[in-house]
């Protein structure tokens, strides 16, 4: 995978109970998985949100991968563009001085309208580490369905502000699978290349990575990828590995090592504020309105399409409606938001024409999340660096690709934790309830078990190895398996089916969809560098032959 652009636990002397005040709130998550020396140098508060009445050329809905790909080529194309972001501009900081809320102690900034955390890691040593928090429109948002709960991220960035930043491209071999309908040559020498270049990606050094503390964990799950005879790899990612050095050496504030990431990251993470975001500002053609909702897109007498729009508050409360009017709509929601609102719009009339193809084809990316126990000779490291570098390939064997994740708790914990992206082969789909008034996903939790099933092709080999065992205390109560969620979301207008082979809707000219719901449910690796090369692909084809 060289192309891969990709009982024994215990705190020695700290009780239980202690371990678990200290931590606070429990990452989980880096497994969710711009050169700067502050994380928001770069950031420049928005303009005026769009007033109703308006005509725009361009209306993008959406601020994460597709939708910035999208409004930037759109302007450099000399289009003025308008982008509509449900979330936080997040370009102020709180009263702690910092724009985010730390991984292990999350608060109001954490979660999108819940009065209560839902941690991708519920439990720790057996205690429940969810805690209150009031209702706001925080970064992340765990999205309840049937069986699944989806974590996504809010704000301007989208995905990009809390997901672990490891920039994977698929091994070519894969793609077919992974896209079938998509020329392989045309990805692979233009539009990969090109995305990973915009995102800023770039790897580890490797003697650095052999060396410092902080990736102890990362070298303990090398070794025993390695004694089992699965191939490691180092992943490239979107952190600005000086900034991390500088960290290591205490001449900057922490923010990698200070395990920030689920919940944002101050710092040296380059999310999409500091790569795509900013070259969008520097054009001048570009407005983003933060905390609007699209609720509805439908044909204009006049030629283009009626927007509504609800303008929010930071209690997620509706504070005025406005109708604006565009001449193209790009629908950049992410695949769970674009695919449920154009659900929506084909039940309720506004877009009837919509193919039946629209909801079809979601699925998780074959997320499933475990962890195991160490000896107390493999110690993991009490500082962990939030950014993931490394991998475990058992795709061809086993049908899992793992990321081998941080667990910063800021105390050692003796323990291996690991994100699997499985060949998961289920996929559901969004419909509407009429009775309810909303579009509903028909997953199901037993689903998972292919995605577990493949993860033990890797960890119960390496357990007998290493003479370890799972651990049992990070999902509930004696249960191994993180089964319950995705970080990964894919699919629901997928690319040739809900719309043509560059992302237009049928039925309607002026219509697309540029983001993740256009790939059908797995992409072997993490899917937002696939994401973007898709949208680059598809965004040149849009501007020469459509504007």
């Known amino acids: 995978m060289a192309d891969l652009a990709m009982h024994k636990s215990g705190a020695k002397g700290v009780s239980r109970r202690k371990f678990i005040t200290r931590t606070g709130s429990l990452l989980g998550a880096a497994a969710i998985a711009g050169h700067t020396t502050s994380a928001w140098a770069d950031v420049r508060p928005a303009a005026a949100p769009i007033g109703s009445g308006a005509r725009v050329s361009a209306l993008v809905i959406g601020t994460g991968y597709g939708g910035s790909v999208a409004a930037l080529r759109l302007a450099e194309a000399g289009v003025d563009v308008h982008m509509i972001e449900m979330g936080m501009a997040w370009d102020t900081p709180g ?83 992974v896209l079938p309908t998509v020329n392989a040559a045309e990805m692979y020498a233009t539009y990969y290349p090109r995305a990973n270049s915009a995102l800023g990606v770039t790897t580890i050094d490797p003697a650095w990575f052999d060396t410092v503390d902080c990736y102890q964990y990362g070298r303990v799950g090398r070794k025993h990828a390695r004694r089992s005879g699965f191939p490691f790899l180092f992943v490239p990612a979107v952190y600005d590995w000086d900034y991390m050095e500088q960290e290591a050496a205490g001449t900057v504030p922490s923010s990698a090592l200070d395990g920030e990431i689920l919940y944002g990251n101050n710092h040296g993470k380059k999310s999409l504020q500091k790569t795509y975001i900013q070259r969008i500002r520097a054009t001048g053609r570009v407005t983003i309105s933060p905390l609007h909702q699209v609720t509805s897109v439908a044909p204009a007498p006049g030629g283009g399409y009626t927007v509504l729009i609800d303008q929010l508050d930071t209690g997620g409360r509706t504070t005025v409606t406005k109708s604006v009017t565009a001449d193209k709509v790009f629908f950049a929601a992410g695949s769970v938001g674009t695919s449920k609102l154009l659900v929506a719009l084909r039940a309720t009339g506004a877009l009837p024409l919509l193919s039946n193809e629209v909801g079809n084809g979601w699925g998780d990316n074959g997320n499933v999340m475990c962890g195991r126990a160490n000896h107390l000779w493999d110690p993991t490291g009490k500082v962990q660096a939030s950014i993931p570098t490394g991998g475990i390939d058992n795709w061809d064997a086993g049908g899992a690709f793992v990321e081998i994740a941080p667990l910063p708790t800021g105390i050692e914990t003796y323990a291996s934790f690991y994100l699997s992206i499985t060949r998961n082969p289920h ?38 190895k290493e003479g370890t065992i799972y651990r049992t205390d990070l999902f509930g109560t004696y249960k191994i398996w993180g089964d319950h969620l995705t970080y990964h979301p894919l699919g629901g207008a997928v690319l040739d089916k809900a719309t043509d082979n560059h992302g237009r809707l049928h039925g309607y000219p002026g219509l697309y969809v540029i983001d993740g719901a256009l790939i059908p449910g797995n992409t072997s690796v993490n899917p937002f560098v696939t994401i973007t090369a898709l949208a680059e692909r598809n965004i040149e084809r849009i501007i020469a032959t459509d504007l």
Do not use: C
Not at 104 to 126: A, C, I, M
Not at 138 to 158: K, P
Not at 433 to 457: F, M
């Open 95 to 177: 009263a702690d001085g910092k724009i985010f809320a730390n991984t292990t102690r999350p608060d109001d900034r954490s979660f999108w309208l819940r009065t209560r955390t839902k941690q991708p890691l519920s439990n720790f040593l057996g205690f429940p580490i969810d805690k209150n928090v009031n209702r706001y429109t925080g970064i992340l948002d765990a999205e309840e369905f049937s069986g699944i709960t989806v974590y996504q991220g809010r704000g301007v960035g989208g995905g990009s502000l809390v997901n672990g930043g490891m920039a994977v491209t698929p091994r070519r071999e894969h793609f077919a699978s």
């Open 427 to 464: 996929r559901a789909r969004f419909s509407w309830n009429a009775v309810a008034g909303r579009a509903e996903l028909d997953w199901r939790t037993d689903w998972k078990q292919p995605s577990i099933d493949a993860a033990k092709t890797i960890f119960d080999k390496i357990n007998r």
